[in-house]
């Protein structure tokens, strides 16, 4: 990965004419390159919440010259509407994350032939080109829950799953992993796949009408705690089937997110385990390859210095970022993003 640097003449040059002293701070922001059209998924999750921070945060600090941040609220059309209206203010440069990767397609097929270069967080679009995709390795969430639940219950039980958007790569790939892990590492233990959307609501009332069916449920996987943790946790109290671990009756629950309100969740033995999703570095390096767009620099696929792998993808780049499973035994490991939210806010 290399960073954009400018010579020490230009900057010379830069402020003889201009009398200015931001010539460093221009060189790293990258603001020079053009303007930034940043949009936003959704503000129903507290992940995304964090993740609006952060960008919030970057945009403020001089990463990119950034127009005015949307939000497309987990509407497809209100995307591709914001991201035509980018490109009518100037944008060379798009982030986005499409909660619908295949219905983005023609908007990707426009901005390419526009020459604006698009970087998505989180997903990976189906089809139409991309400069890079920011995320983690979804199938690894999946195969991490899946193992982690699977050597709790000892291999044996019955599980729910809630699962994503499966119009969504990131529903599809934890959703698959998930099940193939299960299928054969523990085939003794009972999945019930229930789709939810992406929506609490939705996965609260599921799981109520399955524990009526099956009230030996033992354990859970919430694919993302940032919508379903609240509802879950809310039901269980209810229903008095929040035990703590180690205790008679207790299901085992696994998440996907990583925020503030998970970690608590497992310190206080409501929950047990859920793989962090780095926000804060989504944001980060969502902002650091537009710039590096804006610059005309081709990613080079291999290790990275920020602990991450970009791979060649079929529509561009992916750069792979890591996310740990976290359990009571590093829930207060200060690397973990959640638990720098007082410093970085």
């Not at 032939?113 to 990976?124: A, G, N, P």
């Not at 599921?206 to 099956?214: E, F, I, P, V, Y």
């Not at 879950?232 to 205790?247: I, S, V």
Request: charged share 25%; glycine share 8%; hydrophobic share 35%.
């Amino acid at each position: 990965m290399r960073v954009r640097t400018t010579s020490a003449a230009a900057c010379a040059v830069l402020l003889a004419v201009t009398a200015l002293a931001g010539c460093n701070r221009d060189s790293d922001s990258g603001s020079g390159g053009g303007k930034v059209g940043i949009d936003l998924p959704r503000s129903d999750s507290d992940f995304w919440n964090s993740y609006q921070q952060y960008i919030q945060k970057g945009v403020k600090d001089g990463e990119v010259d950034a127009l005015s941040v949307t939000n497309s609220q987990n509407d497809i059309g209100k995307l591709v509407a914001n991201v035509q209206t980018f490109t009518d203010q100037g944008a060379k440069a798009v982030v986005m994350a499409p909660q619908d990767t295949g219905a983005i397609a023609e908007s990707l097929q426009s901005l390419q032939e526009k020459k604006i270069q698009v970087v998505s967080v989180d997903t990976r679009p189906d089809k139409g080109n991309v400069y890079m995709v920011v995320r983690a390795d979804n199938r690894a969430y999946g195969e991490k829950a899946c193992k982690y639940l699977g050597e709790q219950l000892k291999g044996k039980g019955k599980v729910v799953e809630f699962q994503g958007d499966l119009s969504s790569i990131n529903g599809r790939d934890r959703s698959e992993a998930f099940k193939s892990c299960m299928t054969k590492d523990f085939p003794g233990i009972k999945v019930f796949e229930l789709a939810t959307d992406w929506k609490g609501d939705v996965a609260s009332a599921k799981l109520q009408s399955t524990l009526a069916a099956h009230p030996d449920i033992n354990g859970v996987y919430m694919q993302a705690g940032g919508v379903f943790l609240q509802p879950t946790l809310a039901l269980l109290e209810q229903k008095k089937l929040l035990k703590a671990p180690g205790t008679p009756g207790h299901i085992t629950i696994i998440s996907n997110d990583g925020i503030p309100e998970e970690l608590d969740a497992i310190k206080a033995g409501k929950i047990d385990a859920t793989v962090s999703q780095p926000a804060d570095l989504y944001a980060k390096y969502a902002l650091y390859w537009a710039r590096q767009a804006l610059d005309g620099k081709t990613p080079e696929e291999g290790p990275t210095d920020h602990g991450s792998t970009i791979i060649k993808i079929p529509n561009g780049f992916e750069d792979q970022l890591p996310a740990p499973l976290v359990t009571k035994e590093n829930v207060d490991d200060p690397k973990l993003w959640a638990n720098q939210l007082e410093t970085k806010s």
